[in-house]
């Protein structure tokens, strides 16, 4: 039988990298749904060709939080953040890519400063470990079946405290990034996978690309 999933691999560490280790904690999104299988395209795949010398360690998990666990996806990014994160050698850079599951997923989060919150806490113990926490803003998902005009006011407001930056260390603006000017809810259908959630190929450049390497190394 063929997979593309992996069952028992819990990571792979290689010897080269003589450069800082960036940990990208992350959703669907960053594991590389809506792009090719095994094609390397996930939009850490392409920040990491960006940072010669770097590794990028993409620890993206469909389903994913930041607030709750779920027993179909996991542990949430609370939960995991010690084991996924902190247990990584060389790490100086965390990049928070997750939010857009508490909102679209039941039970979904309504409450934006909770999610903030729940942000705020990540970054106090990645620099409680002397780490540099970098934050992604929550993309668009209008188009997505669950996606509804009160949660799209939920994730402007989280989107705009982001973006005062006094959540993270710096902002990675993937909302920017990927929306459709004329729709601001949607991504740019040259970046939309065809589901309104995950990009494609163009739209992981484009996140790869709305990355400040400055922020990272």
Do not use: C, K
Request: hydrophobic share 40%; aromatic share 6%; no cysteine.
């Amino acid at each position: 039988m063929r997979t593309t999933s992996v069952f028992l691999l819990t990571g792979v560490e290689v010897t080269g990298a003589h450069g800082p280790v960036i940990a990208v904690l992350g959703d669907s999104i960053a594991e590389g749904v809506g792009t090719p299988d095994d094609a390397d395209l996930r939009w850490p795949d392409q920040l990491a060709r960006r940072l010669p010398g770097a590794a990028v360690a993409d620890l993206g998990i469909s389903g994913n939080r930041v607030l709750l666990d779920d027993a179909r996806f996991g542990p949430g990014g609370q939960a995991r953040f010690d084991r996924d994160v902190l247990s990584l050698p060389g790490l100086r850079t965390v990049l928070i890519h997750l939010g857009v599951n508490d909102l679209q997923q039941p039970p979904s989060q309504t409450d934006p400063a909770l999610v903030l919150a729940g942000y705020r806490q990540l970054v106090l113990r990645a620099r409680n470990a002397g780490l540099r926490a970098v934050g992604a803003t929550v993309t668009p998902f209008g188009g997505w079946t669950r996606w509804t005009p009160e949660l799209e006011t939920v994730r402007q407001r989280i989107n705009a405290a982001v973006r005062t930056g006094r959540v993270f260390d710096a902002v990675a603006d993937f909302d920017a990034a990927l929306r459709d000017p004329d729709h601001p809810e949607r991504m740019l259908p040259a970046y939309d996978s065809g589901d309104g959630l995950h990009p494609n190929p163009s739209g992981h450049a484009a996140l790869a690309a709305a990355v400040d390497r400055r922020h990272l190394l």
